[in-house]
């Protein structure tokens, strides 16, 4: 089978890959461009662990053949982790204890960025049916809901500023 | 197999034209929530694909007081819609935020529960499916489309192009009863739209999804409401009847015997928010 | 006031959070490495059969397709991982010879230079099976004309001689002869699988000076180790697990199933071999809670002292024991329940299904002993007509008790946790449970 080149934009800088035809976005970012935030626990649009934002938008990349998102924006959670310390969302993933195993992590906080994005204040209502596609076996979920209520205070300014750890 | 082709057609005439070329064995995909799980799993094992993503099958528009709902609008975009409602509330109760980003309102079609959710709702609109072959296109009602379970009208080198939504009259109420809250699996879900002249019923669509072998209307028990004014005893016999001529399945989310009883409970639901007041449309 | 305490009374940040938040945690499943080769399961589609063939003709033609692996390549294919602590006899086949005893059961190892050509050739191993009679139950496996799982001629797992887990503490006939109420009931629950969001997996990787590395989410490092070592029949100090990260567990993770085949399979190669459970895998074959039934009979006297409990449990292991033994051990030990009760009959069995292997799962063989006690104290509560509170306090045990299987309490709480949870829920106790504690009995009038 004839390998195919696929260019996009992947977390601001634009690369180029060589794949076989439908390898799926996740596959490529984990296996050839080391974006192994990117988890893979179902690879069946099930648990939600391979979120990625496409074009700001949250999509599963175990179900994305890579190249449906050519000339698209791609963000990974590597993405949003800053050079230096860490993004108000997994500063408050961190101190809420928002993750057990951290294998839903990343996932979690994808959502999340894309929730806060289109929505700055969601209620807790609007903040379980934003993660409903993203399993978590270890916490309970509350903890993850209290990170996501704690980040959103914190980046629409109406939250305490404590940077306590 | 592995896949040695995957062809992302531009428009549909280039769709027709690949599908004409390589004929059934070519695998249809459009958001690929469905099928790309099958292959990631090696369940299926397709030599070549077609993706629609880019085949420009994506309008979305408001048309003659209705809807033209192009196959690969996504569901996230049907539920941001406001023209109908329903549909809306359709989009929402299906999946999770991320897979409704990717699934199309034409794949939904195809889906688990058989012939999927939203077409519950499309049924009591009315809508009808525009399949475009390499002889021209043709219309079907959607009523028409689903032939049995996972089994349609659709023949070797047709597409699924759109949806049209006509302008209907009425209230409408959809109900989608799953185990979870939020991106759960439909136990039952039933569509209603009730027109009414005074008190008393002119028109009326039921329509049950997991009740049957596809999305299906309960004829009998619409036939039973026209006619009739819109009471608790009306909607009682009503949802029996629907409970009755209903066609549940038992699989991993429910049983048979519970499923024809939900069909009972959320008929009479959605009949008593109409009464009281309905979704509008 | 103690010395000022570091860690104990504050918040603390764990030590990977910052590696979770960030997705920098590297999980085994995340490495790659030049080379690397992708190892898939055949498995059978039936719940028992006898092997008749394995065909491997048109998989050996996928393109990318490297080798195959069967049971004749696999230096010790009969094992037993419990056998590290002295559990016999070894059974458990890593690729099955003759037979396959539960669906799932692995059969060929196929490994080829992509996931898609190893899944394409495991497609087509050809298999030829003669379906065999299967059961699923356990009271029906012990039934003389059941299918027999096992190669030894019953579906009994044997305890030291013994076909279940014993505890025999005072005369149980004596003590329903002087009880004022029997009450019975049987408790049964269904297999549960943990389903950690990360699937089971692992990497192994030859290295220049002969060892092999194995990067891998167990939950049971060395004993993977171990068990690897004594299947491949190398020494152990040829085997370097790096593993600690895991992807969630709850006892999902503690059987050696997927190290052992990956780790042969990179010497057969000669390259790094990536052996990862997809998630139907992790839900089809990897091991569950046991499904149980419980039947539990109480002697009760007309105030609500238990004089007497017999149990008759048995966990479903599936084909194959794993860590079953250990959990009925455990079940054995705990079924009386943090009770005094001065007559206890406990007969536990281990019996084979042709479900799919049970193990381990968070409390294994306590949780359902719990599950079925508790609901079982309740119904002594409304025959004797108390509340459930009460029931509990009047045979609660206390240090210096000595429990069934002969050890003496000495860090009963059960009282004190009662009281701090009506507290917590507003459940008004009465002056007599509020004054009471776990403390030793003044006599042993109180115990019978």
New interface residues.
Partial sequence: MASVIVNFELCGRDVEVLV?PMATLQ?VL??QLGH?????????G??G?CTVLVDGEPMLSCLLPVEDVAGRRVT???GI?PIDG?DPI??A???S??????????GM?MVTRALLDHDPQPGREAIVEAISGN????TGYQPIIDAIEKAADRLSGSGEQTGE? | ???TDYFLPGSLSEALDLLGAHGPSLMVMAGGTVAMPLV???IS?PGKVMGLRHAGLDDLREEGGGLYIGATVTLTRLLRQRAVPMLSEAARSTASWSVRNMATVGGNLFTPPPGGDVAVALLALDASVTLAGPAGTRVVPLGAFHTGFMTNVLQDGELLTGLRVPAVAGDTAYLKFGRKAANTPSVVTVAVRVARRGDTVTDARIALGAAGPHPLRAGAAERALVGSTLGPEVIEAVAAVAAEESQPFSDGVASEWYRRRMVRLFVTRALERIRQGGEGR | MPEELNVVGRSV??S????????????A??L?FPGMLHL?MVRSPLHHARIRGVDLGEAERV??FVRALTWRDVPHNVYTILSLIGVEPEEEFVLAQDRVRYKGEPIVAVVAE????A??A??KVRLDLEELPAVFDVEEALRPDAPVVTDWGNNTFMFEGHPSRRVRFGDVEAGFARSDHIVEAVYNSSPIE??????TGCVAVPEANGRYTVYTNTQALYFSLDNTAIILQVPGKRLHFVGGT?????GGKVDVIVEPIATLAAMKTGRPVRY?F???EEMQVSSTRSAWRIYMKDGVTRDGHILARKVTSYADSGAYSRQTPYALTKHAANAAGPYAIPNVSIDAYCVYTNRTPASAMRGFGVTMASFALEVQMDRIAERVGVDPWTIRFINAYHNGDRKPHRKIAEDATLIETMQAAAAFVGHELTDEQKAMTSAPRASLEGVR
Avoid: I, W
Wanted: glycine fraction near 14%.
């Fill in positions: 076989q596959s984990r296996n192994t935030a990117t988890k893979e626990g179902c690879r069946q099930g648990c662990s990974t959670l590597e982790t860490l997994q500063e993933f961190l101190e204890n928002g993750f057990q195993c951290g294998y839903c992590t990343p906080v399993l978590c076996r270890c750890r | 197999m592995t896949v990631n799993d090696g094992l | 940040v764990r990977d959070g910052v590696g979770h938040v960030t997705g920098r945690t590297r999980f499943g995340d790659v898939k393109p990318g992509s996931e898609a050509a899944l394409e495991v497609a943990q389903a950690p969001t990360e699937t895991v992807g969630g567990g709850f990862v997809s998630r139907s």
